[in-house]
C-alpha cells in the first residue's frame, strides 16, 4: 500500500515537473521571439507609411493605430489571432498527420525488408534512397515536388522518412543483432516469427518515443510546404508573420512550437524503455 502511495505521488510530481518546464520554455521561447524581432532591423515600420499618397496626418494615424503590445491581434493581417489560429490549425494538423503517418510507413517499408531477410541489396537501395532525399532541404523538396504537380499530402512524408528510417532501421539491425535473436535463429524459428517476436519488442519501445519526436520534425517541414504551395496553415501563418514582422502572431507561435516540442519530448521520454527502467 505504501509503496502503490509513493508512486502515485512520483507519478504526480514528474507531471507537476514537466507542466512547469513547458511553461518555462514556451515563456522563454516567447520571450526571446520578442526581443529578436523587436530589435531586428526595419521594425515598426508599416508599408503603408512609404505609399506617397498618403497625407501627412493619414500617415500619423497609422503610426499610432499600430500597437505591438497587443498580443490578440494581428497587425499585418488585420485580424484577431485568435481567428486566425482556429481557421488555419486544422490544415496543419492533417497535413501533420498524414507526413507523420506517410513518412513511417515509407521509412519501415525500406527499413524493414533488409532486417527479416537480410539481403544487402534491399539495404543499399533504402539507403541510397534516404540519401538522395537528405541532400535535400524541406523547401526543395517541396518545391520540386511542387513544380512536378505532386499532391501536397505527399510533401512532408518525403521530407521526414530519410531520418525516420536511418534511426528506424539502426534500431531494427541493433535488435536483430541481440543474443537472443541468434539464439532463435539457431533454433530454426521462420524470419516473420523471428521479426516480430523477437526483434520489435526490444525496439518498441524507441520507435514509440521516436515517433513521439516525428511530429514535432512535421510541424517544421509543414512550414515550408505550406509557404511554397500556399497552403493556408499555421506554417504559411509563421511565414506571413516572420517576413511583415508581425511580433504578436511570432510571439505566439513561438510558445505554441516550444509546447509542442516539450510534450513531445515528455511523450518520448514516458515511453523509452531506459526512462521506463531507471
Not at 521509412?107 to 535535400?136: T, Y
Not at 506571413?240 to 513531445?264: E, G, N, Y
Request: hydrophobic residues 55%; aromatic residues 8%.
Amino acid at each position: 500500500m505504501r509503496t502503490s502511495v509513493t508512486n502515485s505521488r512520483s507519478f504526480w510530481a514528474r507531471i507537476g515537473r514537466a507542466a512547469i518546464r513547458m511553461a518555462g520554455t514556451a515563456a522563454a521561447a516567447a520571450l526571446l521571439c520578442g526581443v529578436m524581432v523587436r530589435f531586428a532591423p526595419g521594425f515598426g515600420l508599416d508599408e503603408r507609411q512609404l505609399d506617397a499618397n498618403l497625407s501627412a496626418e493619414t500617415q500619423q494615424a497609422i503610426r499610432h493605430s499600430d500597437n505591438i503590445f497587443n498580443l490578440g491581434f494581428s497587425q499585418s493581417l488585420n485580424r484577431p489571432i485568435r481567428d486566425l489560429l482556429e481557421e488555419r490549425a486544422p490544415t496543419t494538423a492533417r497535413l501533420m498527420a498524414t507526413g507523420v503517418a506517410g513518412g513511417w510507413m515509407l521509412a519501415l517499408l525500406l527499413a524493414v525488408p533488409p532486417v527479416i531477410w537480410r539481403r544487402s541489396s534491399f539495404e543499399v537501395g533504402g539507403a541510397a534512397l534516404s540519401g538522395i532525399a537528405a541532400c535535400l532541404p524541406a523547401a526543395g523538396i517541396a518545391l520540386l515536388l511542387f513544380r512536378f504537380g505532386a499532391s501536397v499530402t505527399w510533401m512532408i512524408p518525403l521530407i521526414l522518412f530519410p531520418r525516420l528510417y536511418q534511426y528506424a532501421g539502426n534500431l531494427l539491425r541493433h535488435a536483430r543483432n541481440l543474443p537472443h535473436v541468434q539464439m532463435a535463429r539457431a533454433k530454426g524459428l521462420g524470419t516473420i516469427r523471428i521479426f516480430f517476436r523477437h526483434v520489435m519488442p526490444p525496439a518498441g519501445g524507441q520507435l514509440l518515443a521516436l515517433a513521439a519526436v516525428s511530429v514535432n520534425m512535421a510541424f517544421g517541414a509543414a512550414v515550408a510546404v505550406e509557404a511554397i504551395c500556399d497552403q493556408p496553415g499555421l506554417g504559411q501563418l509563421a511565414w506571413k508573420a516572420a517576413v511583415a514582422r508581425d511580433l504578436p502572431v511570432l510571439v505566439i507561435l513561438t510558445a505554441m512550437v516550444a509546447v509542442l516540442t516539450q510534450f513531445s519530448r515528455l511523450v518520448a521520454d514516458a515511453v523509452s524503455p531506459a526512462r521506463r527502467t531507471a
